[in-house]
C-alpha cells in the first residue's frame, strides 16, 4: 500500500553534516507517522527520530538529540532527516520507516511499523 524509497546516504568525515530524504508513494493519506532507524553491525535496530503525519508529535533518541532533526513535507509526501555534527557511532544502515494508524504510537518499537524502506548507508569516518 505504501511504497518508501531513501536517499541521501555516503561517506562524510566527523563533524560532518547528511541530509537523508524518503520519497512514499501508494496510499500514503493512511500514514499516521514516519520514522528514520538505523542498524549497525552486531547492534539492534534503533529508533533515530519519528514526526507523526497530522500535529508533527516528534521524537528523538537522546543520543542524537541537539544533531538531528525530523521534518515532514505533506505536499510532496517525504519525510528527511538533517544530520549534523555526525560522530563515527553514527555509522550504520539508516532506514525509513511508516506506520499506518491504529493502537498506541511506540516510535522505539521497530515491530509496530508497516511499510519500510530498502535503506541508504551512511558512513562516518574518524
Known amino acids: 500500500q505504501v511504497q518508501l524509497v531513501e536517499s541521501g546516504g555516503g561517506l562524510v568525515q566527523a563533524g560532518g553534516s547528511l541530509r537523508l530524504s524518503c520519497a512514499a508513494s501508494g496510499r500514503t493519506f493512511s500514514i499516521y507517522a514516519m520514522g528514520w532507524f538505523r542498524q549497525a553491525p552486531g547492534k539492534e535496530r534503533e529508533c533515530v527520530a519519528a514526526?507523526?503525519?497530522?500535529?508533527?508529535?516528534?521524537y528523538y533518541t537522546d543520543s542524537v538529540k541537539g544533531r538531528f532533526t525530523i521534518s515532514r513535507d505533506n505536499a510532496k509526501n517525504t519525510v528527511t532527516l538533517q544530520m549534523n555534527s555526525l560522530k563515527p557511532e553514527d555509522t550504520a544502515v539508516y532506514y525509513c520507516a511508516a506506520k499506518v494508524p491504529g493502537g498506541l504510537w511506540r516510535p522505539r518499537l521497530n515491530i509496530d511499523y508497516d511499510y519500510w524502506g530498502q535503506g541508504t548507508q551512511v558512513t562516518v569516518s574518524s
Open positions: 514526526v507523526t503525519w497530522s500535529d508533527v508529535t516528534t
